[in-house]
Each structure stands twice: as C-alpha cells, then as structure tokens.
C-alpha cells in the first residue's frame, strides 16, 4: 500500500470481519511500502492489502511486543479466505503441538500415557 491510511483502512476493515473485532489491535509499519496485520496477544494475523488470502501467526515468546512471528514447531502455511479461520487454524495447530508436547513429557517423566 503506498500510504499509511491505507494500510490502516485495510486493517480497519479486516478487523470488522472478525468474531470480537474489540479484541483485536491494529498495527501498521513502512518497509518499501505501508504493510498492516491485526494483533491479539502473541496472534498476529497477516493480509496482504486487507482482502484475502489471510494467514495467521502465533508467537511463543508472551513477553514479545509487538509479536515478532510464529513458533516453527505449530505454524504452518495456511491460508484463507476467511481471517476468522485463518486465526482458528492457527490456535488448532498451537493445541495439537501442545497435545503431543504434553505426551512426550508425560512419557519422560515415567508416568502412563494420558488418553
């Protein structure tokens, strides 16, 4: 996007779509162009120029801001037309990657394994 307005109505507009639009910030920042995402936390969601496709973000590190991008062990390459499963996405991966960590640990520790 060529103006900071425009990265800023983009977002504005994306963040309407969202399920609780009040939970999420946005962000804008120049770097060869206006760029823009929405923030939640350590969940970044990412849209090119406030249309489709979008792709979503978690961050591991909850000290970090702004989010600095994804963990490599729970993002994947998703994308979406929807941002609302964009995010979803994102979370589901986070649960499963903590379903399999918590496994592992539970085996180390010598205990049964949890069903």
Request: glycine share 6%; with cysteine.
């Amino acid at each position: 996007m060529k103006t900071r307005r425009q990265a800023t109505d983009a977002a504005r507009k994306v963040r309407a779509l969202m399920s609780e639009p009040a939970t999420w910030t946005v962000r804008v920042w120049e770097n060869l162009g206006w760029h823009c995402m929405l923030l939640r936390g350590p969940l970044q969601l990412y849209t090119s120029d406030g249309k489709a496709p979008f792709h979503c973000l978690l961050d591991d590190d909850p000290e970090a801001v702004p989010p600095m991008g994804g963990a490599c062990h729970w993002t994947d390459h998703f994308y979406s037309d929807d941002p609302n499963e964009a995010v979803e996405h994102q979370l589901e991966a986070a649960r499963e990657y903590f379903k399999q960590i918590s496994q592992v640990l539970i085996l180390a520790e010598g205990k049964k394994k949890v069903k």
